[in-house]
């Protein structure tokens, strides 16, 4: 079983950043993929960003390439860096683990969620 738990999220104006961090607990994150979704008000949660599990491959969404940065440290702690920051990124941001490197939202294991609002 893997915990996860997020932090990092908060309010910053338009074209500020802010660095998301997803800690496990339970099981090293070492042979996991790593994803990070987001949930606006009213909308589905979509796919932001993955890694594989040797950190080797990394996937973004158009919508958030050349901004984001996903990366994950060789212990238990992934990290989403966000640049550039634009109303439409306010959401609930979630981290998840699987053992594969998915772009759908079938992940194992998830966090709660941090909130982001990004304020123009």
């Known amino acids: 079983q893997v915990q996860l738990v997020e932090s990092g999220g908060g309010l910053v104006q338009a074209g500020g950043s802010l660095r998301l961090s997803c800690a496990a607990s339970g099981r090293t994150l070492r042979r996991y993929a790593m994803g990070w979704f987001r949930q606006a008000p009213g909308k589905e949660r979509e796919f932001v960003a993955a890694i594989n599990w040797s950190a080797t491959s990394t996937v973004y969404a158009d919508s958030v390439k050349g901004r984001f940065t996903i990366s994950k440290d060789n212990k238990n702690t992934v990290y989403l860096q966000m640049n550039t920051l634009k109303p439409e990124d306010t959401a609930i941001y979630y981290c998840?683990?699987?053992?594969?490197?998915?772009?759908?939202?079938?992940?194992?294991?998830w966090g709660q969620g941090t909130q982001v609002t990004v304020s123009s």
């Open positions: 998840a683990a699987d053992g594969t490197l998915k772009l759908d939202d079938g992940y194992d294991y």
